[in-house]
């Protein structure tokens, strides 16, 4: 038996709209403590890790351990559907995941269960030099500024400040946010940092900022994965990206 509840289901539908644009499936993880969710993206470029404990839900019950398989098209489609104020509750059944809308009425919705691998996917375990916490808001702008003018953006870090640059073929945008700002809580680098990310990607990443008013960014060199987190009670959200070639 599985069933679970939200009060407010807001942070969940940014959630599964901000996967659902990178994978087309996902597994997940039925634990007695906490549901756990791991997908990467057909071209492997990146991986998501998604942790909802039982702190998360306003009810949580798993009366067993298993591993089923979702659709996140599927998910997609019944985010949209939630709306501002909405209530979720999951359950199990039998060979569907049934979501249930609650607002003046009630709205069903059943989604049939994937064949799913039984193994987690790798995980990665990095040690990464670079270690930055900093208002969400203020480094989704500035990746959007970077989309604009180009499909990739690079990062450049320095002990005193994160650059992060695109050019185009006509356009060129930079933007420096010294680890003074306001809008930093944490600037850790204990090594420089040139990497080139895929912008697309990046930006799919950063419509889960709406759930977590921080974000949490760890790299390295132009061979590690950036590492983009977003955390509040009960939750973490884990994006991991492979780098381009410089």
């Given at each position: 038996m599985f069933t679970a509840s939200l009060n407010d289901?807001?942070?969940?539908?940014?959630?599964?709209?901000?996967?659902?644009?990178?994978?087309?499936e996902a597994v997940f993880f039925l634990r007695k403590d906490m549901l756990?969710?791991?997908?990467?993206?057909?071209?492997?470029?990146c991986k998501i890790e998604l942790d909802?404990?039982?702190?998360?839900?306003n009810d949580y019950q798993a009366s067993e351990e298993r591993t089923i398989g979702l659709s996140m098209s599927a998910l997609r489609k019944i985010s949209r559907r939630i709306h501002l104020g909405?209530?979720?509750?999951?359950?199990?059944?039998?060979?569907?995941?049934d979501f249930t809308l609650h607002s003046s009425i009630k709205r069903q919705f059943q989604c049939m269960l994937l064949e799913a691998q039984e193994e987690a996917l790798p995980t990665i375990d990095v040690e990464y030099p670079i270690y930055i916490e900093m208002d969400a808001s203020i480094f989704k702008e500035a990746i959007r500024d970077a989309a604009i003018v180009a499909n990739s953006v690079l990062f450049d870090i320095t002990p005193d400040e994160m650059i992060i640059s695109a050019e185009g073929d006509t356009e060129?945008?930079?933007?420096?946010?010294?680890?003074?700002?306001?809008?930093v809580r944490k600037f850790e680098v204990n090594k420089e940092c040139h990497s080139r990310f895929n912008l697309g990607y990046l930006i799919s990443f950063l419509h889960s900022s709406y759930v977590s008013d921080i974000i949490q960014i760890r790299m390295?060199?132009?061979t590690l994965p950036l590492r983009v987190d977003f955390l509040i009670e009960g939750m973490r959200l884990t994006f991991y990206l492979a780098p381009m070639e410089l």
């Open positions: 289901a807001k942070n969940l539908k940014y959630i599964m709209e901000s996967m659902s644009e990178l994978v087309d756990r969710l791991e997908a990467c993206d057909p071209s492997l470029v909802l404990h039982t702190t998360f839900f909405d209530g979720m509750s999951l359950q199990l059944n039998g060979g569907t995941m060129r945008v930079r933007i420096c946010i010294h680890r003074s700002s306001e809008s390295g060199d132009k």
